[in-house]
């Protein structure tokens, strides 16, 4: 798509996201953001008490989101009802959410970036909670819907995730697939800890293991990965790929350790994507992850060299609808 | 306008929108809006120094502009031409900035807000600056320009700007109007500092008075805006209209001080106006001025009864670009 909007539907488009994702980012701060996904009607008892803010206070904020067409009521007093799009309201605040508030630090401290990235990247990190909250609402239109096609296709019976984070692509693949068991797989013990949490209250703790393991450690001691039918990583391994050797060696005992006919989905992006579609936000994206993350993402060819490398001998990528994104299928 | 865009569309335009607000904020923070801005090529040597960057990072983030197509490079090397509609770009950006970054205190503390606004209020407040550098991206387009044509159009011998921080306005003015004086009031002692120093910069320090003085103390005595053609003031009077009897001193004092013929005009914005162009931010605005500001923006109709009752005849209002803002006129 090129730039064929009239500048007065892209002004009054800026202002209508930048509201729309304020409003959101407040719904999450407050606690609400589940009541809007839920697409049911809900009181003002309900919010307040979630919230655990003042009537009056709930009332100014949910009238608030009416007035902006987020939520609609039919009558004063009445019930509340999230509008049908919202979930893709929240895929578009989600660009804006990850952009100006997951990385703030790197935006604010850019001069610092660029001149002593270590003492930076020391000094000022981005929250967890941010980066991970955005980039679910991003993924929840951008990449996931691609990857759980992609992974339920084969209708594998064991799927490993890599950087499986708080869990919520298996938890949702583990639904979709009743016979089949997952591995989670992170570096972080809180991640691990959310993921515990998801497994049970999703009521699937018995098909879903929990391993607190770095994705690098994965050459020397491949048992989390053995027998999988579908490796997925999502945007974990542009982390490694600055070490060839340590990439080469994860990649190859993931191969090595896939059941008969098994595939590695590997979710990541390519840099500086020259698609008039993609070019703003992969720029964006390229910049940061250079700048401040110490992260080179690797070309499309690159990936498919080291996937080849590896040992795999049909290597597949197809763009997802997040700008930049690439789902990578290795296999044979 | 209703929200006729396909989902498609839509889309691409938020990624892109929030790409490109992070990158001239990174460009802010780098100190170079104003080379973006000048529509001239520039080379890598001058930003570098500009920003006091090594010129591989400079480069970097350079490249990252041409990507995103922000800036254009005929030859790899050679100069930097920013794109045509730079300026645009950086008025869209404005509300993402507005909302995202110059409220974040407001969002990240939302819930506290609700339940203890002066405890809140008095452990978060906005960054002065971010609110200062996104109201001007908006206004660029906002409403910058309906304010000068308004002005202007009388030819007004003396102008006076309540409000009028770093004087902005006042120094486009009167570049405009070359026998003009004006007289800058602001409550800020960096702001009057600042609006000093644009005024020597500008050559305007023999026609530019600054005052370091508060709206309200305009009740008891006028002695700034006394023979005034005009007197603007640009979203400050909302502050003292939640005490009409400041506001009414205040209206009556303008009213009677003014030259003959002259005119008060009012740049403000009315709460959660329900046009479809105008909702979404509207309700953001109103909101966040309400449940984090103390400010409870009044109804155009209350403007036009507050005009009437300091004894003005002719009171009129017209929306501007920016949601939710209007710009009255009271005269007579």
């Known amino acids: 798509m090129t730039r064929t909007d009239s500048a007065e539907t892209t002004d009054e488009a800026a202002a209508d996201l930048a509201a729309e994702a304020a409003l959101l980012e407040i719904a999450e701060e407050l606690g609400l953001s589940d009541l809007l ?39 004063q007093g ?14 578009r605040a989600g660009y804006l959410s990850w952009a100006l508030n997951a990385n703030r630090p790197y935006i604010d401290h ?8 270590e003492t930076a990247g020391g000094k000022y990190a981005r929250d967890g909670r941010r ?56 570096l972080s013990a809180a991640a691990c800890d959310e993921a515990r949490r998801a497994a049970r209250q999703a009521g699937l703790a018995d098909r879903l293991d929990v391993v607190h393991r770095s994705v690098e450690s994965l050459a020397d001691d491949p048992a989390p ?13 542009h982390d490694v790929v600055g070490r060839p050797e340590v990439l080469d060696g994860v990649l190859r005992a993931c191969r090595e350790s896939l059941a008969e006919g098994g595939r590695m ?19 964006l994206f390229s910049y940061l992850h250079a700048s401040s993350m110490e992260v080179d993402l690797p070309p499309e060819q690159v990936w498919h060299e080291a996937f080849r490398r590896a040992g795999f001998t049909e290597v597949s990528s197809s763009p997802q609808r997040m700008p930049g994104s690439r789902v990578f299928v290795a296999a044979g």
């Open 110 to 117: 850019a001069a610092l970036f660029l001149r002593d990235p």
């Open 78 to 91: 009445g019930p509340y009802t999230p509008v049908a799009d919202l979930v893709d309201r929240r895929y």
């Open 37 to 75: 996904d839920g697409a049911e009607p809900f009181t003002l008892e309900q919010a307040a008490d979630l919230a655990a803010v003042p009537a009056p206070g709930a009332a100014a904020y949910l009238g608030a989101l009416v007035s902006a067409g987020l939520v609609e009521q039919a009558a």
């Open 131 to 186: 980066v991970a909250v955005s980039s679910r609402w991003i993924g929840s239109r951008g990449f996931y819907p691609g990857v759980v096609e992609e992974i339920t296709s084969g209708a594998p019976r064991r799927v490993v995730d890599l950087g499986a984070g708080a869990a919520g692509l298996l938890v949702r693949l583990l639904r979709e697939l009743p016979d089949s068991t997952g591995v989670a797989l992170d």
């Open 265 to 283: 989905v590997v979710t990541d992006a390519v840099p500086y994507a020259p698609d008039p579609r993609e070019r703003a936000f992969s720029a």
């Open 225 to 237: 990965v053995r027998g999988a039918d579908v490796v997925h990583a999502g945007f974990v391994l």
